[in-house]
Each structure stands twice: as structure tokens, then as C-alpha cells.
């Protein structure tokens, strides 16, 4: 307890140190997401994907979900995020060069502390994505690519729903097995030894 004490006391501290710095950082921030939300809402209204946003939800299809991420990325990184990245990274690098020895000398305490902490991130670890790829596959392939830019509602829902179950049952497959075989050799050429 004493010791978030601390921690809070110090960021008080440095908070009220540079203000100023702290103040233009929360503008930037704010300035930076309702940028990134006004290209959503500029990118939804003026792209023929998803017919300027008066398509229906099943008038969509995987090669659209695939081309509006992918669009939709480009755009926020090329007018949200190398913008703010650039601010960022500049007036960081400018305001650390202006820190007195000793703050800086603290700070890099204090991190050096903070990294023998666990920390837990919390995201899925690119296991979405990868299960998002491995089905846009599964469908292009199971349907020779015609169910890949067909509407949803062209198909019952249930078609993709098992296409779900399909595509784990391949990662499984593809997968599981030689994960299995390489495990079943390692316990036979290393553990086992190990153990023994």
C-alpha cells in the first residue's frame, strides 16, 4: 500500500512539475480520437463499400469485411495515427532532452522497478485475427471463391456458422497433429531421458 502511495505521490509530483506538458499531451490525445472518429464516420459516408453506409447487414460479404478493415486502417494511420505518432514521438524526445539529470535519473529508477512487475495485457494475442484469416480461407476454398464475395444473406445462416466449426475443425487438424508428433518426440527423445 505504501508503496502505490508512493507511486501516486509521484506522479502528483511530476504531474504539477510539467503541467503544461501534461496539459498539450491531453489536448493532442483528444484531438487525436475525435480525428480518428471523424475519419470512421467520413470513411462509412464516402466508400462504395458498404454503399455509403446504406447497405444492409446481410448485403455484406467477407470480401467487403476484408477491404473496409483494411481501407479503414490505411486511412486512420495515414491521417490519425503518423500525424499523432510524429507529435508524440518529436515532443517527447524534445521535453526528455529538457529534463533536468536528476528527474530523468529517477524516472529511469523508478521504470527499471516498475518492469519486474507482472503485468497481464489482456488481449487475445492475434488469436481472432488468425481465426479471421483461417476463415476467409476456409470459405474461399470450400465454395471455389464464390461464397467469399457473395452477400450473407445469399447463404443460411447456419452455412456460416458451420463454416465456423469447419475451420477449427482444420486448424485442429492442421495444427494439433504435428504439434502432437512433435511433442510425442520430444517426450520420447528429451523428457523421458530427462526423468530417467
Not at 505504501?2 to 504531474?15: A, M, V
Request: proline share 3%; glycine share 10%; aromatic share 18%.
Amino acid at each position: 500500500m505504501s508503496e502505490e502511495l508512493s507511486d501516486e505521490l509521484y506522479w502528483k509530483k511530476t504531474i504539477k512539475n510539467h503541467l503544461t506538458a501534461f496539459i498539450v499531451v491531453i489536448i493532442a490525445g483528444a484531438i487525436a480520437f475525435i480525428g480518428a472518429l471523424l475519419v470512421v464516420i467520413w470513411f462509412i459516408e464516402t466508400s462504395p463499400i458498404g454503399a455509403q453506409g446504406t447497405a444492409l447487414i446481410g448485403d455484406w460479404s467477407l470480401d467487403w469485411i476484408v477491404g473496409f478493415y483494411i481501407l479503414i486502417i490505411l486511412f486512420e494511420l495515414l491521417f490519425v495515427g503518423i500525424p499523432a505518432g510524429l507529435f508524440f514521438g518529436v515532443g517527447g524526445y524534445i521535453w526528455w532532452s529538457r529534463l533536468p539529470d536528476e528527474e530523468k535519473a529517477e524516472f529511469k529508477a523508478r521504470e527499471k522497478k516498475n518492469k519486474h512487475r507482472k503485468r497481464n495485457a489482456g488481449g487475445s494475442g492475434g488469436g481472432g485475427l488468425f481465426m479471421f484469416i483461417a476463415y476467409c480461407i476456409y470459405i474461399s476454398l470450400s465454395s471455389n471463391g464464390i461464397n467469399y464475395y457473395a452477400p450473407f444473406s445469399s447463404q443460411p445462416y447456419s452455412y456460416w456458422v458451420y463454416g465456423m466449426f469447419y475451420t477449427l475443425m482444420w486448424i485442429f487438424i492442421i495444427i494439433g497433429i504435428p504439434a502432437c508428433i512433435i511433442l510425442l518426440i520430444v517426450y520420447l527423445t528429451v523428457w523421458r531421458k530427462k526423468s530417467e
